[in-house]
Each structure stands twice: as C-alpha cells, then as structure tokens.
C-alpha cells in the first residue's frame, strides 16, 4: 500500500526524534509492527435441534473469549467481531464457513472456534470444534454436559479444553482458573445473554440492569451497558456505569477504555487524558494512544507531551490506520506545522480520495502553509467533492473533525490505493445506476465527482449531459456534450445535440448538428428528418 509505504519511511526517518521526545515525556517508545494475531475468533453457538434458550448461542460465545483471556489465550471480543461484520457489511447473523473464514481473516485470528448447544429437559450440552483457518483443518468436537444453571461452569471447562489445544499451556492451573470467576448467578446470566440477543436498546438496558441487580459483581454485564449507553449516546450515564466497574476486576481495562470514549465525547478532556496516560504506562496500543493524543490536543496540561507526538507514536503501532494518520494531520495543523499536516493529508488522499474531511483540512493546510495555487485547486475538488463544505474556506480548528477510536486496536479494511481515474469509475458506475434508476439529483452529484477526479472521461461528460437535459438545464447539457464531443466524434452524440437544440428553441443549430451527424453516418434518418426540415 501507498500509504503504508511513505508512513514507513516517515516513522523511519523521525524514529531517532520519536525515541527522545518519548524518553522525555513519558510516552512509551514503540516502533512499526505488525498487527498481534489473534489466536481465536468464537462464533455463535446454533441451536442443534428445537430453537429454545437462543440466547444461549450469543452468551456463550460472549462469555468464551473472557474465559480464554483468563488462561493466557488471546480471543476476538464480541465487540470487536461486531465491529468487523460491519466493517465487512456482515449483519450479526449465523454465518456460512465461508464468510466465517473472511471475518477470522480480517482480524487475523489463526483459528476459529464453532459450536452448538442443544437441551435436553434441564440439561444442556454444548459442542465446540477448532478450524484451522491457514490449513482449513477441522478438530474433533470438544463436547461438555450438565444442568443449564450450571452453563457457565461448563463454558470454563470448554474453555480448558480449548486452551489445551493451542500451542502453549494455559498460564493458571485448572482450579485456580476455575476459583477466580466472580459469581454469577444462572437469572443474571441468562438475562445478560437475552439483552445480548436483543435488538432494541432499551430492551438491553432493561435485561441488562436485572443482570445487575441480580448479580452487583457481574462486570460483563456493567460493560456491555456502557456499550449501549455510548451508542445512544448518553455519555454520562456510560461514564457513571463504567466507572462502576472496580480496578481489580479483569474488565477494568475495557471499562477505563470505554469511559474515557464517554469522557472525549463529553468534553471532559484533562480527565480523558489521565485515563489514557495511565492505560498507555500498562500497555500502549493504538486505540489507547490515538485517544490519548485527541485528549491532550483539546486541553493539554502544562506537562502534557504534544499531542502529535502521542499520536505518532499510535501511528507508529498501526502504520495502515487511516483514522490515525488523519488525527496525527489533524494535530500538526493545530499546532502550526501545516507543511507537516499537508504532507501526511496528500497521502491520505490517495487511499480515501472520496474522504470529505481529509480535503477539506488539506486545503486549509496548504493554505496555511503559503502553497496558496495548489490550496485553491484542492478547494475546487472540495467544492466538487463535498459541496456542504463550500462555506467553510476559513480553518475552523474547532470543528470535531478529529476520530476517536472504539477499541484498543481498531479494526479497518485493508484499503488499496486507487487512482483518480479508478474512483471515477467506480463514481460513474453509480451515478449512471441511479440515473436510470431516475433518481436524477443523486446522479448528478456523483457524477459531477467522477468529472472532477477525471476530467477527460468522455461517457462521465455524456451521462453529465443527460441528467442536466433531464433537468432542464439545456446549456450545462450542450457544453457537456461539446466535451464529450471534443475527444470523440460520434454521429448518436451530435443528433442527441441536435434534439437538444431543437427542444431550447434553436432551430438553425439543430439544422447544423444534424447535418454534422448525417455526414458521420450517411445512413441516420432520424439525422436526415432534422437536417431537411424545413426553415
């Protein structure tokens, strides 16, 4: 990738910089590494006969990767599984093997573990199988049975077993593992797994405050509530309940995490960058340091290192980001190094060209910078690209343009670079569905994106004509197909012209563009029929 090279080059070549000014504030020092692999991703369990307790399937496989994590095993979150399905446009559904095997792949999880569960009067039995994602390998099933009150000693003893089955042994033995689960009630359980499988928010906040009710030490379920709160956002109710969750609990890190999103979002800046500092001295990643660097660069204290220099540094952890390149951008230009913002924008633009903020920041940039030509030609492709910007010519470094990361270690799609002219081909591909679709507006502004990107497209300047003929603006028609008849000459093209001349009242220049066509195609009534109409 384009990006991923020059950000490379750059990290590598401030590496000696970065190391002092991290020595110096107390920014941990990281350098350019692969993303860590995963070593499982857990999909939800199915039903292996009548559909009964479905809420089984989504808590299990909830509860499963929290089990592992306790024995040393890196899992897949649900969150952040949600998170790519809907990066990948994946609905939370059962998932076929295939599209299973495009998930684990996108998150890098080596293997992926599947499974049902089927009931038996009071008794439950789940059943879990390891695939191999590399070797596409499939194991024998790790089977466990007992009474459905008892389902999450089960999933610990599953848990186990998976465990023994990678690479390295678990990190506790079996009854320490098996003492340090809180207790948790079968009621509260079972209702953390029906606010999981609900739709509605405000059916989850009902199913998951009985949970707590019920069980006051259940943090899975004080977490998954913040998630909903902060996707309603009602950020101070997620804040008081994540700030619920104790420092000794094994949730404690998602739920700082968590809160600190809810303090950025409530403007409570110098309390969001001590959350962040402090998880950044356990462990820096770059969700925890992208954040980190957003809350300094609102409202830094006197002994706050700059916010560039954080965000490099997450940058340095996940070269491929485009939301932290942005944000590092975002910060140079806050900072008064606007040359520093445009470089690192122009890049951007060649992975995200469609990405309305970065050009609009990059023309503030490069305007900041004195580059005042290619600032006024970057403000046109704004103008053409994302016309609701149009009024905002003047930096308004006030603006929340900045993006604050989910999760610890974000996940975006692979994007590769593509030229001007691929995007607008992809642009014009749109724009003339929708055109035919006869939603003419759209199509208009889309294909106006495609004209911009590629200037010399002759069938973008052909559908530009008709859905301005279709809107009745005539002259914008006429002088797209004078572009379009300036690459190429085309009989059909100067009678569509001609048509549109006779239509605006001009008899004599539809004559003229008939016979420009007749002479093209000797064989063209229709051309013949207007060129010999009568004066």
Not at 149 to 166: C, M, N, P
Not at 215 to 242: H, I, K, T, W, Y
Not at 514 to 519: E, F, Q, R
């Amino acid at each position: 990738m384009v990006l991923t090279l020059v950000l490379m080059m750059v990290l590598s070549a401030q590496a000696a910089t970065a190391a002092s000014t991290a020595a110096s504030t107390g920014i941990p020092t990281v350098v350019p590494s692969a993303a860590p692999r995963h070593a499982l991703l857990v999909l939800p369990l199915e039903a292996s006969g009548t559909a009964s307790e479905t809420w089984l399937g989504a808590a299990v496989a909830d509860q499963l990767p929290r089990s592992l994590a306790q024995l040393g095993v890196p899992a897949v979150g649900r969150a952040e599984r949600l998170q790519a399905q809907e990066a990948l446009e994946i609905p939370d559904v059962p998932l076929s093997r295939a599209t299973s095997v495009r998930v684990a792949e996108a998150l890098g999880a080596a293997r992926l573990v599947t499974g049902t569960y089927a009931l038996d009067g009071a008794k439950v039995t789940l059943s879990l199988r390891l695939l191999d994602v590399d070797r596409a390998t499939l194991s024998a099933p790790l089977i466990s049975t007992g009474p459905l009150e008892e389902v999450l000693d089960i999933v610990d003893r599953l848990a186990w077993d998976v465990a023994l089955a990678g690479s390295s042994p678990p990190r506790r033995t079996k009854d320490e593992f098996l003492a340090g689960r809180p207790a948790v009630t079968f009621e509260a359980f079972k209702a953390y797994g029906r606010a999981l499988e609900a739709r509605e928010p405000r059916a989850q906040v009902a199913l998951l405050g009985r949970a707590m009710r019920v069980a006051p030490a259940f943090d899975a379920a004080r977490v998954a509530l913040g998630r909903v709160l902060l996707g309603q956002r009602e950020f101070a109710s997620a804040s008081r309940a994540l700030g619920r969750v104790p420092a000794a609990s094994p949730l404690s890190r998602e739920a700082r995490f968590l809160e600190g999103m809810a303090l950025l979002e409530m403007g409570r800046y110098r309390e969001a960058a001590r959350l962040y500092s402090a998880l950044s001295k356990d462990e820096a990643t770059p969700g925890v340091l992208n954040n980190y660097g957003l809350a300094v660069l609102r409202d830094a204290s006197p002994d706050s290192p700059r916010a560039s220099d954080i965000l490099r540094q997450a940058l340095a952890l996940d070269p491929e980001s485009i939301d932290i390149a942005f944000n590092l951008a975002w910060s140079l230009l806050a900072e008064d190094d606007a040359a520093g913002a445009a470089f690192h924008l122009k890049n951007l633009t060649q992975v995200v060209p469609l990405d309305k903020h970065t050009r609009v920041v990059l023309a503030w940039a490069l305007r900041r910078a004195g580059r005042t030509v290619e600032a006024d030609q970057q403000w046109e492709a704004v103008v053409a690209l994302a016309p609701v910007y149009e009024t905002l010519v003047n930096p308004d470094l006030s603006r929340r343009f900045e993006r604050i990361q989910q999760s610890e270690r974000p996940f975006e799609l692979a994007r590769e670079s593509r030229s001007d002219a691929q995007v607008a081909a992809s642009l014009y591909v749109k724009a003339q569905r929708l055109f035919d679709q006869g939603d003419v507006a759209s199509a208009l502004a889309e294909a106006t994106r495609a004209a911009y990107l590629d200037p010399y497209s002759r069938p973008t300047h052909l559908l530009l004509a008709r859905v301005h003929r279709a809107r009745g603006d005539g002259e914008k028609a006429l002088n797209e197909f004078r572009m379009a008849l300036w690459s190429e000459d085309d009989a059909g093209v100067r009678l569509e012209v001609a048509v549109l001349l006779k239509e605006m009242g001009r008899p004599a220049d539809a004559r003229a563009e008939a016979v420009k066509a007749l002479a093209l195609a000797p064989g063209n009534e229709a051309a013949r029929k207007l060129a010999e109409t009568p004066q």
